[in-house]
T-cell receptor, first 114, second 116 residues
Framework: AQSVTQLGSHVSVSEGALVLLRCNYSSSVPPYLFWYVQYPNQGLQLLLKYTTGATLVKGINGFEAEFKKSETSFHLTKPSAHMSDAAEYFCAVSRYSSASKIIFGSGTRLSIRP | EAGVTQFPSHSVIEKGQTVTLRCDPISGHDNLYWYRRVMGKEIKFLLHFVKESKQDESGMPNNRFLAERTGGTYSTLKVQPAELEDSGVYFC??????????????FGPGTRLLVL
């Protein structure tokens, strides 16, 4: 069975500070890993995903995440937070197949302080 | 290209009533998924269509929920009769089924259902 744990339901950082959102996963098979973002009153948008290959994945809006198999982690980072980054972020995992359901973490709401 | 659309955006109904949610996937996408987020909890998978066939309906909570995808285009999710615990946001997503492993699912804006 697969599962995702996001540490911290709410994270607050100052504008310009480092953003670090933590995600750990559990999977008995090679996972595919995703980060989605939901801005207020909008749907889920894919930030980035890891399937195979390079373990450091770059996404949209300056975000990146690193797949660490030994730590079963896929933390999301951004060097400098912007006010527009305020949103809810979801880490997710799916199985090694061409089309498969996604299992989501509980989400982390990111607030940016001026 | 239009994204995934969902209708209605909001629905408020009374316990015992029926509600039907609609999802229009991105044109040409064979895969269609329904997910639900109950307030304060994680987003959970409900079911997966490949064209008009149900590939995986392991997440459907009970037989009050009925999903259809006639003709392999849009899909409906009917809740009958609705209960209080059905309140939440219902998301629809679609994907092509041609990109290979880990293909991206594109999500709609969701339908916010409130059962009173």
């Amino acid at each position: 069975a697969q599962s995702v744990t996001q540490l911290g339901s709410h994270v607050s950082v100052s504008e310009g500070a480092l953003v670090l959102l933590r995600c750990n996963y559990s999977s008995s098979v090679p996972p595919y890993l995703f980060w989605y973002v939901q801005y207020p009153n909008q749907g889920l948008q894919l930030l980035l995903k890891y399937t195979t290959g390079a373990t450091l994945v770059k996404g949209i809006n300056g975000f990146e995440a690193e797949f660490k198999k030994s730590e079963t982690s896929f933390h999301l980072t951004k060097p400098s937070a912007h006010m527009s980054d305020a949103a809810e972020y979801f880490c997710a995992v799916s199985r090694y197949s061409s089309a498969s359901k996604i299992i989501f973490g509980s989400g982390t709401r990111l607030s940016i302080r001026p | 290209e239009a994204g995934v659309t969902q209708f209605p955006s909001h629905s408020v109904i009374e316990k015992g009533q029926t509600v039907t949610l609609r999802c229009d996937p991105i044109s040409g996408h064979d895969n269609l998924y329904w997910y639900r987020r109950v307030m304060g909890k994680e987003i959970k998978f409900l079911l997966h269509f490949v064209k008009e066939s149900k590939q995986d309906e392991s997440g459907m909570p009970n037989n009050r929920f009925l999903a259809e995808r006639t003709g392999g285009t849009y899909s409906t999710l009917k809740v009958q009769p609705a209960e209080l615990e059905d309140s939440g946001v219902y998301f629809c997503a679609s994907s092509q089924n041609r990109q290979g492993p880990g293909e991206t699912q594109y999500f709609g804006p969701g339908t916010r259902l409130l059962v009173l």
